[in-house]
């Protein structure tokens, strides 16, 4: 089955300390990878996505993601965090099987808190 | 929430009730989707469309219609049939349905059964 896993349910980082959030992925085929951000009560928000290439991707507001596709992983990382980094962060990955539309899966979402 | 519109915020539905929740898109996107978040299980896909006119069903339909009369609207009609229907409803649409492109996601409707 394809599916997506975020290990972590919650992820706590000191403000100015660099963060990891984790993802790892199962789909037969290349994977086109996907992260997104949501706030309290909000949709969700396109940070970065793989689709091919150089396996160290860079996002919206520093944020970055490495894909590795030995491990089937797909971090995602900031240098250094701030407070305002906090919220709910979702991995996804494009199904290999879905006919033909874009259908994506969602991992479960990890709660990162940056304090000050 | 870029060019996605979703009304309204919150909803409160009584037992028995259908209700239908609005999404607009501005973006000339040619697919849309509807989710359902519960918290700690992601997203769930249940609806989705390619184009205009056709829709198909996603992992968790049942008790959920839609129509896609126009490009721009994809609403949402949750029906007496749906037995726990208290979540928070997000839309979204892409450009198309090539597997590069990034889903845009509107602010969400939050559906209380009361």
């Known amino acids: 089955a394809q599916s997506v896993a975020q290990p972590e349910d919650q992820v706590n980082v000191a403000e100015g300390n660099p963060l990891t959030v984790k993802c790892t992925y199962s789909v037969s085929g290349n994977p086109y990878l996907f992260w997104y951000v949501q706030y309290p009560n909000r949709g969700l928000q396109f940070l970065l996505k793989?689709?091919?290439?150089?396996?160290l991707v860079k996002g919206s507001y520093g944020f970055e993601a490495e894909f590795n596709k030995s491990q089937t992983s797909f971090h995602l990382k900031k240098p250094s965090a701030l407070v305002s980094d906090s919220a709910l962060y979702f991995c996804?990955?494009?199904?290999?099987?879905?006919?033909?539309?874009?259908?994506?899966?969602f991992g479960a979402g990890t709660r990162l808190a940056v304090h000050p | 929430d870029g060019g996605i519109t979703q009304s309204p915020k919150y909803l409160f539905r009584k037992e028995g009730q259908n209700v239908t929740l609005s999404c607009e898109q501005n973006l000339n996107h040619d697919a849309m989707y509807w989710y359902r978040q519960d918290p700690g299980q992601g997203l769930r896909l249940i609806y989705y469309?390619?184009?205009?006119?056709?829709?198909q069903k996603g992992d968790i339909a049942e008790g959920y219609s839609v129509s896609r009369e126009k490009k721009e609207s994809f609403p949402l009609t949750v029906t007496s049939a749906q037995k726990n229907p208290t979540a928070f409803y997000l839309c979204?649409?892409?450009?198309?349905?090539?597997?590069?492109?990034?889903?845009?996601f509107g602010p969400g409707t939050r559906l209380t059964v009361l």
């Open positions: 793989y689709i091919t290439g150089d396996n």
């Open positions: 979204a649409s892409s450009m198309g349905v090539a597997e590069f492109n990034e889903q845009f």
């Open positions: 469309s390619q184009i205009v006119n056709d829709f």
């Open positions: 996804a990955v494009r199904s290999t099987v879905s006919g033909g539309y874009n259908k994506l899966i």
